[in-house]
């Protein structure tokens, strides 16, 4: 018996807040680089899919974890001005039963280069305490899930999924064979696919195809648009040519785009062509949840 859909999009996934600093280019290792003014915005790969989704104008939900410190209550004022329900999100308040100890609100230094490219490094703090909000993943159309949160938690949350599974394999790590077979779209870019192939070169097509997910892979391959593989055929998608000033968050972007294009019943190329345009608007823009464009704004 299916369950009641209360969502058209539930993310599970990390919350953080973003530390975004302008570089001439990436440093190099021991090197000490003077940059631009810092800028503090909300991010997270959850919590932007979350946003873009909400954007685009789907019934979004979304389970993380956040400190109870100053930045926590920042990033829940964010996604609650987006109508996003945080039901499924953990406060982890020091001194609580659920956390004796301070946990701090996961943190992303994000360094932009004056091609729009970014460095990142995450801090995870309290999205290692994710917990899955089994009813609420499992009442989703579409489940959308990352990997800055435990494995555990992905794998969870994929299991109890009864809509589309969307998986974006970032950051790269290994994924179980499991998890693969339960996946409905896998959306990797080109290196992370590499990884999941266990190889540093090879076909990309062939490598997709090989991976064992249920569904297509669609390979986003930055300004030269993306890949999508299928079980008998692939296709290339171009890029829109605009001028990038922070790619950040295009890869998010693109994944509640794809997924809010495939729940209105397009094929996967449709919806990636649709992800395709979306993620073009956000790297013209600077920061993560900032950059994200509305339904209203895309035409």
Do not use: Y
């Amino acid at each position: 018996m299916s369950l009641r859909t209360s969502f058209d999009v539930v993310v599970c996934g990390s919350l953080n807040v973003d530390v975004t600093v302008d570089v001439p280019r990436a440093p190099e290792g021991g090197q000490t680089m003077l940059g631009g003014d810092a800028r503090r915005s909300g991010g997270g790969k959850g919590g932007n899919q979350a946003v873009a989704a909400a954007r685009l104008g789907r019934r979004t939900a979304m389970v993380g974890a956040v400190g109870g410190d100053g930045d926590g209550q920042f990033l829940l004022d964010l996604l609650r001005a987006e109508d996003i329900d945080l039901s499924g999100v953990r406060r982890l308040e020091a001194g609580t039963r659920e956390s004796p100890e301070s946990v701090p609100t996961g943190q992303a230094f994000v360094f932009v280069d004056t091609e729009g490219d970014s460095t990142i490094v995450v801090s995870p703090g309290a999205n290692d305490h994710v917990e899955v909000a089994r009813e609420l993943v499992a009442s989703a159309r579409c489940v959308l899930l990352q990997q800055e949160v435990p494995s555990a938690v992905v794998e969870e949350a994929a299991s109890v999924a009864n809509g589309l599974v969307v998986l974006n394999p970032a950051p790269a790590r290994p994924v179980s064979a499991s998890l693969l077979a339960g996946v409905d779209l896998l959306v990797p870019n080109r290196g992370e696919l590499l990884g999941l192939a266990g190889t540093d070169r090879g076909d990309l097509v062939q490598l997709a195809q090989k991976l064992g997910t249920r569904g297509p892979v669609v390979v986003t391959l930055g300004s030269l648009g993306c890949l999508v593989v299928e079980e008998s055929r692939s296709t290339r998608v171009p890029a829109e040519q605009v001028k990038a000033v922070d790619a950040t968050a295009a890869g998010d972007s693109f994944c509640a785009a794809i997924a809010d294009a495939m729940l209105d019943g397009a094929d996967v190329v449709e919806a990636a062509r649709w992800a395709t345009r979306v993620a073009a608007v956000t790297v013209t823009r600077p920061g993560a949840m900032a950059s994200l464009p509305t339904r209203a704004e895309l035409g």
